[in-house]
């Protein structure tokens, strides 16, 4: 999953390019490029090195001056960098094929082609020994082979050329390509990695995600797979594979003009962390009429409920954790089958799916490959899907039956927090609309679920006024290496996911464990030196849980339990807590989340890490 960004029109390119990047780098950040070609010049000149974009804008900056040679470029230094209108491409990577280098970054130049992809090429080393590519090849990246197979087949027309080229490649790929004698003319074509493009005031645009288009404008539109779009600065030409042309379809973006900035905040995270109140409101109140939860709007029919026998949610990561409180809350509500799947197993585990199988698939950026082809898959044999998604327009929204979209607005950083607590809100009112067309709930018990769910916000709200005393247990974690997390039931399942922000953003070895279990094996790693965190929100299970929390203490471990205030009692006597506002047992889900989410967050801002891009991550996973 990397970041591509195109751009042709009357600013100044390199700006654009390198403004968007900054904006995309969230999708991966081992190194980054840019092909520039100023107005009215023939040559397309690359920049590009391994590092963050800015050290790009220092390679940059260095070649304006026309001081330095630019390393890892096919040595093209004009010196009269692209200052001023044109075109240009720009890419930032997460390696896949190559390992993170200046050669191996795009953009890729081979002969009259330049170009930059998102994607795996599979069949690369075919393709290499078929046409004889090797003496094309600077880098041992797919892309270059991509980027040397189009050149082989470039005669002067290039929507000639990309049919001939796609025809050969076996993979995922999102190519975007300047031609050396095609002037500020930008092409691209894909397989299902994603790319949005526009044509605003100030020229036609294109990127993996709405992020860099966003500060322009909020219309954009999906480009379809196999066709050809081509950006030109004052129009845009969209073509299938049979050179027919195609009206593009826009969209509009929820989204706020420039609402992908940090908005004063060090990291995305934080200011993500404290839109939730906001993102999860925004996301319940346009779905509740009369009190009652309503989908109409949204065009999800009451049948996709009622005829159901069965659920399958299919998820990744935190989506997936997502999935699990869904299933909690369907079971003990609606007393129903369902099962949670790890999309990228789905597939493989001969998973019981047919017509009477809703399938609920979860998903923030709407592009996760695994999610997709799990989709796919469950779709093929016969079962209704309905998306749960962040992204409008995304892959996986265009493959789903229905979507409900969470109105969480961009979410740049890669660890998933309002998109999760959004996700959480529309699974509260999917239970309550099915309990409600089931007659689980009576009127009056629906309306009163829902209040209770009207009241997350400001739940949440309370919790993020004890940022300080969650900051001051995070500073008590920073020398952890190993550190457990222990609850029961709807604990256990708030835990999978505290501990996956722990991890992924602190690189501290956090394992979330349902307590009743520890006993039977690992309570064997249980020292002084393992800090233990847990969450004692449902009362039913709370004895059980303080029994297990006096067996990690009894062993040495140092214990932080995040706590429903009323049921806190005497315990703030023995141990450290964090009170966290009442709600109904199944609705502190929320409070609990946002609390954890900021244990993580300053844990990791503590140690001086790069909150929003942890190390080998990325936000959108378009690899399998
Ligand atoms: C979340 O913190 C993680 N970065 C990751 O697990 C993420 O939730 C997962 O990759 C799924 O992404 P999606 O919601 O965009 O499908």
Redesign the pocket.
């Known amino acids: 999953m990397c970041g591509i960004i195109g751009y042709t029109g009357s600013e100044n390119v390199k700006e654009i390019l390198l403004d968007a990047l900054e904006l995309l780098e969230y999708r991966g950040y081992d190194s980054a490029g840019i092909a520039v070609r100023s107005r009215g010049m023939q040559q397309v000149s690359v920049y590009k090195c391994a590092g963050r974009v800015s050290d790009l804008r220092e390679v940059c900056a260095q070649a304006g001056s026309g001081t330095e040679r630019v390393p890892g470029s096919p040595g093209q230094n004009d010196g009269a960098f692209a200052r001023t209108a044109g075109c240009g491409i720009g890419h930032t990577r997460w390696a896949t094929h190559g390992g993170v280098s200046d050669a191996n970054a795009h953009p890729h130049q081979v002969g009259a082609v330049t170009l930059v992809h998102n994607g795996i090429i599979e069949n690369y080393r075919e393709l290499i020994a078929d046409y004889d590519l090797e003496g094309d090849l600077v880098s041992d990246t797919d892309t270059e082979v991509a980027a040397a197979l189009l050149n082989r087949f470039y005669e002067g027309d290039p929507h000639e050329a990309i049919r001939k080229t796609v025809a050969k490649l076996r993979g995922t790929f999102a190519l975007v390509v300047m031609f050396a004698d095609q002037g500020d003319v930008i092409y691209t074509t894909r397989n299902v990695s994603p790319v949005v493009a526009t044509l605003c005031d100030q020229g036609a645009m294109l990127a993996s995600d709405l992020t860099a288009l966003c500060r322009f404008t909020n219309r954009y539109f999906v480009v379809p797979e196999y066709h050809i779009l081509e950006l030109r600065s004052d129009a845009v030409r969209l073509t299938d594979f049979d050179g027919n042309e195609v009206e593009p379809e826009y969209l509009t973006a929820d989204w706020e003009l420039n609402s992908a900035g940090k908005n004063g905040y060090p990291f995305y995270m934080e200011k993500e962390i404290m839109e939730q109140p906001q993102a999860i409101a925004d996301t319940i109140e346009e779905r509740v009429l009369g009190g009652l939860p309503d989908f109409s709007a949204d065009g999800v029919p009451d049948e996709l409920f009622t005829d159901c026998e069965r659920i399958c949610i299919i ?7 997502a999935g699990l409180v869904a299933q909690a809350l369907v079971k003990s509500i609606l007393h129903m089958h369902i099962e949670v799947e790890m ?1 990228s197993e789905f597939m493989y585990s001969d998973p019981v799916i047919d017509q009477k199988t809703l399938v609920l698939a ?7 490959i ?2 997709l082809e799990a989709v796919k898959y469950a779709r093929r044999r016969g079962a209704k899907c309905l998306s749960v998604i ?2 409008r327009g995304s892959s ?1 929204a265009r493959e789903s039956d229905y979507v409900l979209y969470t109105n969480a607005g961009p979410e740049i ?5 309002k ?2 607590t959004t ?1 959480l809100a529309v699974f509260y009112l999917i239970v309550a609309r099915m309990a409600l067309l089931r007659g689980v709930f009576t009127t009056e018990e629906t309306q009163s679920y829902i209040r209770e769910l009207q009241r997350t916000p400001d739940a949440i709200g309370e919790v993020l006024k004890k940022k300080r005393d969650i900051h001051v247990v995070a500073g008590k974690l920073l020398g952890a290496k190993d550190l457990f997390m222990v609850g029961r039931g709807l604990d256990y399942s708030i835990l999978l ?1 505290g501990s ?2 722990l991890k ?1 953003v602190s690189y501290i070895h956090s394992e979330a464990y349902a307590s009743g279990e520890l006993k039977h094996g690992p309570i064997a790693l249980i020292t002084q030196d393992t800090p233990v965190v847990a969450s004692v929100t449902q009362e039913k299970l709370m004895s059980k849980e303080l029994s297990n929390i006096k067996e990690v203490r009894s062993r040495g471990a140092d214990v932080v339990i995040f706590i429903k205030e009323s049921i806190a009692g005497s315990l703030e006597e023995e141990y450290e807590l964090i009170k966290l506002p009442d709600m109904r047992d199944e609705f502190m889900v929320m409070p609990a989340s946002a609390a954890l989410q900021l244990l993580a967050y300053y844990v990791s801002s503590d140690k001086g890490f790069d909150v929003d891009k ?1 190390r080998n ?1 990325a ?3 378009t690899v399998e």
Do not use: F, M
């Open positions: 998820a990744c990561g935190t989506a997936r954790h999309a979860v998903s923030q950026s709407g592009e996760t695994d999610t962040n992204v996986i950083a890669v660890a998933s927090t998109a999760y996700q996911e996956l922000k992924e942890p991550l936000k959108v996973v």
